[in-house]
């Protein structure tokens, strides 16, 4: 099965462009989007090509392969144009490893959540990065419109039981 994780779409369409491209083009089978999908937050600049219609425009075109985790920056409006339910937190079972999925700005690697997982994943920081420790693997897709510290536009594969941090250019 192959999986892509994206965080802080922060409604780029001029990126979302490129991810439903490149899930079409490489025959992703699902999405998981991990918050801040259509508005960009009084913290950060407008992205590139800063149009939220357009971005729900673009993920009606693969909505049945998405599953969206609610970010800081969503709303219920959000749900209601994007016709989706946002959890805040969900846990998916891949290749037996439970794998606990949240935005970031509750749970992070700084503040784990009390519950068994074996691999966590969360944007909100804008960070790519795969991180493992005795008992964990913590990663981040980064972001795929407002990367930070000098990382570029980002997701995350899941193919083969490897993750891999995917660079967009």
Known sequence: MKIMFISDIHGSAYYMEKIVEIFNNENYQHLY???DVLYHGPRNDLPL???PKRVIELLKMIKKKITYIRGNCDAEVDEMV???KMSKNKTITLDGKK???THGHHYNKDNLPNKQF???MYGHFHI???ISNNSH???SPGSISIPKENSLPSYIKYEDKEF???TIF
């Open 118 to 120: 074996d691999i966590m």
């Open 164 to 166: 891999e941090i995917v």
């Open 49 to 51: 090509e800063y149009n």
């Open 137 to 139: 693997i913590i990663m």
């Open 82 to 84: 994007l016709k989706c």
């Open 99 to 101: 794998v606990f999925l």
């Open 33 to 35: 989007i991990l918050g």
């Open 128 to 130: 790519p990065f795969i």
